[in-house]
């Protein structure tokens, strides 16, 4: 009977292991929402290497933000504007080589923490931290999507996206 008892307790932690590891989304933290403000995205980017051009055009925009989970448990995260469209698949608490914002290449990890996704994202070759707080209010009516670098508490990006 023991030998049938630490079967069941490893087929249980082995199910909640994957359960945790295999998070779905709430249903709020999927959709579509659309910029509404932005401040500080201007010094943001100034910070990671983007030129003045591309950061005048880039906050002239208000770009749309579409969430989704595929049916395999990854989340899409598609952002487009007249400027730029850029869309990720990732899993939840998986490290994954991707491009930053001045395209250099990062490896990032997105986690779900309550109302929030948290992406922390390292640049390759730069000693850089970059993080992004998308913190999901009023049922999902409003996605705030807060960026930091880390090391330099002056420099946040505050943007604020309604539901479409």
Do not use: H
């Amino acid at each position: 009977q023991r030998g049938n008892m630490w079967k069941i307790g490893a087929f249980l932690v082995l199910n909640c292991a994957i359960a945790v590891n295999g998070e779905t989304l709430p249903g709020f933290m999927k959709g579509s929402w659309q910029l509404t403000t932005s401040e500080g995205f201007s010094d943001f980017m100034y910070e990671v290497g983007i030129g003045w051009f591309q950061r005048s055009l880039a906050c002239t925009v208000y770009p749309t933000t579409e969430i989704s989970e595929m049916e395999d448990g990854s989340v899409n995260i598609a952002t487009s504007s007249a400027l730029k469209s850029k869309e990720d698949a990732l899993l939840l608490g998986e490290v994954k080589e991707t491009e930053g914002f001045d395209g250099s290449r990062v490896k990032s990890v997105t986690t779900l923490d309550g109302n929030k996704l948290v992406t922390v994202a390292n640049s390759i070759g730069q000693d850089r931290t970059i993080r992004m707080v998308r913190e999901f209010l009023n049922g999902g009516k409003i996605m705030n999507v807060v960026i930091t670098i880390d090391g330099k508490p002056d420099i946040r990006a505050v943007r604020v996206f309604e539901r479409l």
